[in-house]
C-alpha cells in the first residue's frame, strides 16, 4: 500500500501563496512504481477537479483556471510532489487532495484546506 500525507495549507488573502507538499510512504516497491502524482481540489457542493499532475518523465499538466499561477514539482526521490500556488484567488478555496497513480491504481491522501479570503 501508498499512504500520502498532505501538509501546507491554510488560510491566505488574495493574492497570496501557498505551498502544498505530499508525501508518499509505505511498500518501498509500489512507492518506485508510482507513474504519476498530482494534485486535485474540490469546493463544498462541487466534485472533485483536477489541478495538477507530474509523470515521472516530468510531463505536467494543469487545470486552465489555474496555469500560469500554479507550478507543480517533484522531489529527486520521486516519493514527494509540491505545489507552489501563487495569486491565489477566492475561487481557488477548496479541499485539496493529493494523488498518486500506479497504472491503473490510484491512492489519494485525506486532503488539505486551503482558504483564500477577498
Known amino acids: 500500500q501508498v499512504q500520502l500525507v498532505e501538509s501546507g495549507g491554510g488560510l491566505v488573502q488574495a493574492g497570496g501563496s501557498l505551498r502544498l507538499s505530499c508525501v508518499a510512504s509505505?511498500?518501498?516497491?509500489?512507492?518506485?512504481?508510482?507513474?504519476?502524482m498530482g494534485w486535485y481540489r474540490q469546493a463544498p457542493g462541487k466534485q472533485r477537479d483536477l489541478v495538477a499532475t507530474?509523470?515521472?518523465?516530468?510531463?505536467?499538466t494543469y487545470a486552465d483556471s489555474v496555469k500560469g499561477r500554479f507550478t507543480i514539482s517533484r522531489s529527486s526521490a520521486k516519493n514527494t510532489v509540491y505545489l507552489q500556488m501563487n495569486s491565489l484567488k477566492p475561487e481557488d478555496t477548496a479541499v485539496y487532495y493529493c494523488?498518486?497513480?500506479?497504472?491503473?491504481?490510484?491512492?489519494w491522501g485525506q486532503g488539505t484546506q486551503v482558504t483564500v479570503s477577498s
Open positions: 494523488n498518486a497513480g500506479i497504472i491503473d491504481t490510484n491512492y
Open positions: 509505505g511498500s518501498i516497491f509500489r512507492i518506485n512504481r508510482i507513474n504519476r
Open positions: 507530474t509523470t515521472r518523465d516530468d510531463t505536467t
